[in-house]
């Protein structure tokens, strides 16, 4: 099993960078993939972004060339380095991580951009 904890979420300014962490209760490369995921009130949720065991990226198109993620091998967390923030990035964030043929989930973040 894999347990998941984000932290980082809160209310920003259009323009600002806000900065998600989460924290998995094993080593982040011995799981298959981690991601982030974010659902907005009314909206089916969406794949932000993902990082696979080797260090493969991908990304939504809406959010490429201004959201980053990353591993702390130190802190055992998978980031995701959020700039130049849009009031349509408002959601709900959540952690994802792919193991042993079976999803976990991260309890969720609330990141609110305001115009």
């Known amino acids: 099993q894999v347990q998941l904890v984000e932290s980082g979420g809160g209310l920003v300014q259009a323009g600002d960078s806000l900065r998600l962490s989460c924290a998995a209760s094993?080593?982040?490369?011995?799981?298959?993939?981690m991601g982030w995921y974010r659902q907005a009130p009314g909206k089916q949720r969406e794949l932000v972004a993902r990082i696979s065991d080797r260090g493969i990226t991908a990304y939504a198109d809406s959010v490429k060339g201004r959201f980053t993620i990353s591993r702390d091998s130190v802190k055992n967390t998978v980031n995701l380095q959020m700039n130049i923030m849009k009031p349509e990035d408002t959601a709900i964030y959540y952690c994802?991580?792919?193991?042993?043929?079976?999803?976990?989930w991260g309890q969720g973040t609330q990141v609110t951009v305001s115009s």
């Open positions: 994802n991580a792919d193991y042993a043929y079976r999803s976990y």
């Open positions: 094993r080593s982040i490369f011995s799981i298959n993939a």
